[in-house]
Nanobody, 119 residues
Framework: QVQLVESGGGLVQAGGSLRLSCAAS????????VGWFRQAPGKEREFVSR????????YYADSVKGRFTISKDNAKNMVYLQMNSLKPEDTAVYYC????????????WGRGTQVTVSS
């Protein structure tokens, strides 16, 4: 089992920045990939970014490419999402999730942190 706790959300004006954090605990040695997702009211959850735990290879959704940066600190079992040039359409609950080495699906999820971008 891997437990995930997100933090760092809040209210920010358009053009501003926020850094989200995802703290992992439990069987962190089993982590293969950590991803960020978001869900806006009335919309389906969508992929934002992911990072491979061992190699650090990253991937971004087109909607955030060039504005968001995912990073990790393996020693602290932390993953971060630096969000710059925020837009009102970035408003959503942001979740981190883990793909363990034994499966190829996002099996563990945090409870999310709210990000609200005002225009």
């Amino acid at each position: 089992q891997v437990q995930l706790v997100e933090s760092g959300g809040g209210l920010v004006q358009a053009g501003g920045s926020l850094r989200l954090s995802c703290a992992a605990s439990g069987r962190t040695s089993s982590i293969f990939v950590v991803g960020w997702f978001r869900q806006a009211p009335g919309k389906e959850r969508e992929f934002v970014s992911r990072i491979t735990w061992s190699s650090g290879v990253t991937y971004y959704a087109d909607s955030v490419k060039g504005r968001f940066t995912i990073s990790k600190d393996n020693a602290k079992n932390m993953v971060y999402l630096q969000m710059n040039s925020l837009k009102p359409e970035d408003t959503a609950v942001y979740y981190c999730a883990v793909i363990p080495q034994t499966t190829m699906s996002y099996d563990y999820w945090g409870r999310g942190t709210q990000v609200t971008v005002s225009s």
